[in-house]
């Protein structure tokens, strides 16, 4: 069983950054891939970064490349995604969730555990 608690986000204006981050209760933490996960108002969720296990491979979403980026630090059980040049269709509630090995990084069903999430507003 694996417990996560999204933190960092809040309001920021375009262009400026926040660093989301994802704390992990458990100690099987650097066995998981690691996703990030987005859901505007009125939108699906839809997929923003995941690292491996070992953040030794990254995979981010075309909308956020160059401006956002997925790290982890398995000694501290966190993963963080930080997010720059912030533009207002940013705007949405953030979830990280852990996968173990079977499915694609980019699909929710491949997760087994989802944090609450965290609000992320940018206004213009």
């Known amino acids: 069983q694996v417990q996560l608690v999204e933190s960092g986000g809040g309001l920021v204006q375009a262009g400026g950054s926040l660093r989301l981050s994802c704390a992990a209760s458990g100690r099987t933490f650097s066995s998981y891939t690691m996703g990030w996960f987005r859901q505007a108002p009125g939108k699906e969720r839809e997929f923003v970064a995941a690292i491996s296990w070992s953040g030794g491979s990254t995979y981010s979403a075309d909308s956020v490349k160059g401006r956002f980026t997925i790290s982890r630090n398995n000694a501290k059980n966190t993963v963080y995604l930080q997010l720059s040049s912030l533009k207002p269709e940013d705007t949405a509630v953030y979830y990280c969730?852990?996968?173990?090995?079977?499915?694609?990084?980019?699909?929710?069903?491949?997760?087994?555990?989802w944090g609450q999430g965290t609000q992320v507003t940018v206004s213009s």
């Open positions: 969730a852990a996968k173990h090995f079977s499915g694609t990084y980019d699909t929710q069903s491949s997760y087994d555990y």
